[in-house]
């Protein structure tokens, strides 16, 4: 099966160890002397409209990818979640 980047842009990206939508497909990596796709990447989640920046991008290495589909691309591997920190703020304050 022959696919373009542009065509990559459009497929959502899985992880098959915990069934989380990762995202879409935004940027390809290359290696420049062997002509190689090396790895994909998905921009991390903009926060606030985009007002305050962007989580981290998640970059899937070749390694990691298991199906190139029509519609989605599934990967295997273990994604580093950070646990949101519990703020304590002033109302917080006044309800305990």
Partial sequence: MACRIADMRHKEVINVK???????????????????????????????FGLFG???????????????????VLVSFDAIRSTPSRKVGFFSKLFD
């Fill in 18 to 48: 915990d069934g989380v939508k990762i995202g879409y497909v935004d940027d390809v990596e290359f290696d420049t002397v062997s002509a190689e796709l090396t790895a994909l990447v998905v921009y991390g989640k903009s926060r606030f």
């Fill in 54 to 72: 962007r989580d981290e991008d998640i970059v899937i290495t070749w390694q990691d990818i298991e199906v190139i589909g029509e519609d989605t």
